[in-house]
């Protein structure tokens, strides 16, 4: 079973930066494509960053230019800089890996903008 710890969530003020981690459990971290969503109240989780088995990125417009996805296959971990926070990008952030039939999530972490 594949197990996914997200961490590094937390209260910052807006202009701030945050980096949460995502630990994963197994050997064959590095052929998983990594994603990290995020869901507010009311509203329906959305895709935030992803990264490939060969570390190609891509963005939600929302976070373009303020968000970086990066992974260290050594340490199983794949990781979001976050930086320019706004208070819109309050929500619960969860870490994501996909694997043929595998799609298992983590348990999530709170980050929430403001002043």
């Known amino acids: 079973q594949v197990q996914l710890v997200e961490s590094g969530g937390g209260l910052v003020q807006p202009g701030g930066s945050l980096r949460l981690s995502c630990a994963a459990s197994g050997s064959i971290f590095r052929l998983y494509a990594m994603g990290w969503y995020r869901q507010a109240p009311g509203k329906q989780r959305e895709l935030v960053a992803g990264?490939?088995?060969?570390?190609?990125?891509n963005y939600d417009d929302s976070v373009k230019g303020r968000f970086t996805i990066s992974r260290d296959n050594a340490k199983n971990t794949v990781y979001l800089q976050m930086n320019s926070l706004k208070p819109e990008d309050t929500a619960v952030y969860y870490c994501?890996?996909?694997?043929?039939?595998?799609?298992?999530w983590g348990q999530g972490t709170q980050v929430t903008v403001s002043s």
């Open positions: 994501n890996a996909k694997y043929g039939l595998l799609n298992r």
């Open positions: 990264i490939t088995s060969g570390g190609s990125t």
